[in-house]
């Protein structure tokens, strides 16, 4: 009889173990995927992060080298003004130069 009780006891032991083990077994397998699940859901949030970032940089380059060419026809439109007013002056000054050649011939 009481080598039954034990055989029993040890019998209960055992599969109350296996339970236990089996128990630990499935919540490691959930942790496991719930970290899993995490990495892919950062993973996802990173590559996201990057795709902005480079859109961002891409319309960065975009507006300075818009602004860089805008700089660049201003230079020319102002190089072009300057050039105008020198022309006008240059012309001013050869009418002016003639009218006082004509004044010290007639005079």
Request: proline share 0%; aromatic share 0%.
């Amino acid at each position: 009889e009481a080598e039954r009780r034990r055989e029993a006891e040890q019998t209960r032991i055992l599969a109350e173990r296996q339970i236990q083990e089996t128990e630990i077994d499935r919540e490691q397998a959930v942790r496991s995927r719930k970290v899993e699940a995490e990495r892919e859901v950062r993973i996802k949030e990173i590559e996201q992060q990057q795709v902005t970032e480079i859109a961002n940089q891409t319309k960065s380059i975009a507006i300075a080298a818009k602004s860089e060419q805008q700089s660049q026809a201003e230079a020319r439109a102002n190089l072009a003004l300057a050039e105008a007013v020198s022309a006008q002056q240059n012309v001013e000054t050869t009418r002016q130069t003639a009218e006082a050649d004509r004044a010290k011939q007639v005079g």
